[in-house]
């Protein structure tokens, strides 16, 4: 069973950049596509970015294209999610999700 573990939140002013990590204390991450939602207060939770098993191929909405990139180290058993960019509306909780399993989340804030 893949357990996820997020990390790498924290508070950030408009502009910056943060990454944010998402390991596996389970099986090898590799075997799965992996993705990484938000959750913003009093929103539904939403895809921001997606890598597939198969051909590593990515997936980005239109909201965060360019400005945020997903890879995975599987020597580290960890996907990355790299923002640029920060905004304001980026503030959420960022989880990332595979087969199945969620993580706990980890909170990113912008705000200056």
């Known amino acids: 069973q893949v357990q996820l573990v997020e990390s790498g939140g924290t508070l950030v002013q408009p502009g910056d950049s943060l990454r944010l990590s998402c390991a596996s204390s389970?099986?090898?991450?590799?075997?799965?596509?992996i993705g990484w939602f938000r959750q913003a207060p009093g929103k539904e939770r939403e895809e921001m970015a997606c890598?597939?098993?198969?051909?590593?191929?990515?997936y980005y909405p239109d909201s965060v294209k360019g400005r945020f990139t997903i890879s995975r180290d599987n020597a580290k058993n960890t996907v990355y999610l790299q923002m640029n960019s920060l905004k304001p509306e980026d503030t959420a909780v960022y989880y990332c999700?595979?087969?199945?399993?969620w993580g706990q989340g980890t909170q990113v804030t912008v705000s200056s």
């Open positions: 999700y595979s087969n199945g399993n």
């Open positions: 389970g099986e090898p991450l590799d075997d799965y596509t």
């Open positions: 890598i597939s098993q198969t051909d590593g191929s990515t």
